[in-house]
């Protein structure tokens, strides 16, 4: 790499917003280069079926629709450098991005980092990762066939892990801290129909019970403090997400749930610097949204290149 470089753009992260600026931004004209430390598809890839993002009448799973996202940018000659991102400076004149295979520079910065899963922040759950709690069931659902899993939350990401369990697992037990869930409609019948799958309402994962490897999970009931013990052999944590935002803290301005302030038009507190997809302050974080963000991006940085604001 030249380390002269200026970028008319560099997108950091390559999930659906990040290629869909860089097609945009290639398709204009601009020199983009995607940033991705893995693999292209971001938290996308993670999902077995995708099945409303529009175009695909059967469906398309995560890691194929990201490979295809990549392919269409890089065919109107965007590039993309396999490099992890260590610290920026974003108010600096070209941009500067010193990243694990060099220093990058850009006039312009599209943050595309996605969002992580929640922990739940209880005893040993970070030493029993792999042996037993788990963040995604379409990565790790199959190490369960014919077991006995506990998912926790009562989102959307809970309700399809626990679709998802349900077809692998020999009997699944969603555990949710409310009495109902916040999971949408569409996901409601299919749950209620599952006949391995019981809820445990109003309840929350107190303790990991393990020897060496999870054994089980202890129960609270939030309203009547009753501690249970169920035995599983696998816990999905499926309570949210955290934005991938460490990397900007002190130089963007965050929401208070620490998500980049953003608004349709994904500009940022500094000229010159866009948030898209999960990263940014947004009512839905899905594929089709961040794919619309990359486009948006791309059209306020080319008033930006071209002197506006
Ligand atoms: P979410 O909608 O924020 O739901 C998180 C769930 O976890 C909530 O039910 C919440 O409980 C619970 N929770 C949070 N912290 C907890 C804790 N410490 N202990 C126990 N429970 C806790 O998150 P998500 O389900 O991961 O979804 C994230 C985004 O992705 C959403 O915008 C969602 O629509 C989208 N998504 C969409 C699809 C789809 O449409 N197919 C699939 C997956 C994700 P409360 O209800 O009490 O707050």
Aim: aromatic share 6%; charged share 25%; net charge negative.
């Amino acid at each position: 790499m030249n380390k002269m470089h200026v970028y008319d753009m560099i997108v950091v992260g390559g999930g659906p917003g990040g290629y869909t600026a860089a097609l945009y931004a290639a398709r204009a004209g601009l020199d983009v280069v995607v940033l991705e430390k893995l693999s292209a598809g971001g938290q996308m890839a993670l999902t077995e079926e995708i099945d409303n993002y529009p175009g695909f009448e059967a469906g398309i799973d995560g890691i194929t629709l990201a490979e295809k996202m990549q392919q269409q940018a890089e065919r109107f000659g965007a590039k993309t450098e396999y490099a992890q991102v260590e610290r920026m400076d974003l108010s600096a004149v070209p941009k500067l991005l010193e990243t694990s295979e060099g220093t990058f520079y850009a006039r312009t910065v599209v943050l595309a980092t996605g969002a992580n899963p929640r922990e739940l922040g209880i005893a040993d759950e970070d030493a029993l990762v792999g042996r037993g709690v788990a963040y995604c069931a379409a990565c790790d659902g199959m190490r369960y066939r014919g077991k006995t899993v506990v998912v926790v939350g009562g989102g959307n990401s809970a309700a399809a892990d626990a679709l998802l369990l349900s077809r692998i697992a020999k009997q699944v037990i969603l555990v949710h801290r409310r009495d109902t869930l916040r999971a949408t409609k569409v996901y409601h019948e299919p749950l209620m129909q599952a006949e391995n799958l019981e809820f445990r309402w109003n309840s929350t994962v107190a303790e990991l019970l393990h020897e060496g490897k999870l054994t089980g999970v202890k129960l609270k009931d939030v309203k009547t403090g009753e501690e249970t013990e169920i035995p599983c052999d696998g816990v999905f944590i499926s309570v949210g997400r955290k934005p991938a935002t460490e990397l900007v803290r002190g130089q963007l301005e965050l929401d208070k749930s620490g998500y980049v302030a953003a608004d349709e038009t994904t500009r940022t507190s500094l000229p010159g610097v866009y948030a898209v997809g999960d990263v940014r302050t947004k009512p839905l974080r899905q594929v089709v949204t961040a794919a619309a963000d990359g486009a948006t991006a791309v059209h306020m940085a080319e008033e930006f290149l071209s002197g506006g604001a």
